[in-house]
C-alpha cells in the first residue's frame, strides 16, 4: 500500500499562510500526489493534485520536493473555513485505490 | 449541478437486521467506491466498482455486500454478518480516464445500532 507521514494535527492564525506538510518515501515515479480535506461531518473534497512541477489552483498551491519524497500543501491565506482534516495521499498507476490515513488536523485561530 | 447523493443521512439497524446505503451519482463516472469511517480516523476501502456489472472487494469487504446494476447507482447493503457496523459510510465516483482523476465524495450516511 502507498504510505504516507502526516503530522497530526497543526494551528494557524487566521490570515497567515499554512504549510502542511506529507512525507510519502515509498513514491514511485509515475505516482501522484492527492490532497483531500475533510469538514466535520462531510465527506472529504479534492484539494489539488501533481506529479512532479509545483502546482496552483484557486484553493492551494501545492510544492512537490525535487526527489518528489516530500510535499507541501499551502493555503496561503488561512480562513476559519479551512479547519479540517487534511490528508495527503499517493495515487499507484494500476492500483487506483486511496489510501487514507489519519492526516492533519489544522485548526484556525481566529 | 452534477455530484453524489447518499441517503439517508442517519440509518439506526436492530440486531441481525440488514440495511441498504443508496449512492447515487450523475456525474457520468464509471468508477464508484465506498468506504467506512470510525472516529478519529481515516477511510477505509470496502468495496469498488470500475465498470457496471462488476465490483471487487476493498480492504475490509466481510460482512457487506454490493451491486452495480446501473452506472449511476452503487448500493451498499450492511448485513448481520458486520458485528460492528457503527460508522460513518462514504461513497464516491471518478472517471476513470486519465487514471489519476480526482474523486468525487459524497456527504455521507451515519449508521448506528439500536
Known amino acids: 500500500d502507498a504510505k504516507t507521514t502526516q503530522p497530526n494535527s497543526m494551528e494557524s492564525n487566521e490570515e497567515e499562510p499554512v504549510h502542511l506538510p506529507c512525507n510519502h518515501s515509498t513514491i514511485s515515479g509515475t505516482d501522484y500526489i492527492h490532497w483531500y480535506r475533510q469538514l466535520p461531518s462531510q465527506g472529504p473534497e479534492y484539494v489539488i493534485h501533481g506529479l512532479t512541477s509545483n502546482v496552483n489552483n484557486r484553493m492551494a498551491s501545492l510544492a512537490i520536493a525535487e526527489d518528489r519524497k516530500s510535499s507541501t500543501l499551502i493555503l496561503h491565506r488561512a480562513t476559519l473555513r479551512d479547519a479540517a482534516v487534511y490528508y495527503c495521499i499517493h495515487l499507484n498507476f494500476g492500483n487506483e485505490k486511496l489510501t487514507f490515513g489519519t492526516g492533519t488536523r489544522l485548526t484556525i485561530i481566529p | 449541478d452534477g455530484g453524489i447523493t447518499q441517503s439517508p443521512k442517519y440509518l439506526f439497524r436492530k440486531e441481525g437486521q440488514n440495511v441498504t446505503l443508496s449512492c447515487e451519482q450523475n456525474l457520468n463516472h464509471d468508477a464508484m467506491y465506498w468506504y467506512r469511517q470510525d472516529p478519529g480516523q481515516g477511510l477505509r476501502l470496502i468495496y469498488y466498482?470500475?465498470?457496471?456489472?462488476?465490483?471487487q472487494k476493498g480492504d475490509i469487504a466481510e460482512g457487506y455486500s454490493v451491486s452495480r446494476e446501473k452506472k449511476e447507482s452503487f448500493p451498499l447493503t450492511v448485513t448481520s454478518a458486520q458485528k460492528n457496523p457503527t460508522a460513518f459510510y462514504l461513497c464516491a465516483s471518478t472517471p476513470r480516464t486519465p487514471w489519476f482523476s480526482p474523486q468525487h465524495f459524497g456527504d455521507g450516511t451515519r449508521l448506528s445500532i439500536l
Open positions: 466498482s470500475q465498470i457496471v456489472n462488476d465490483f
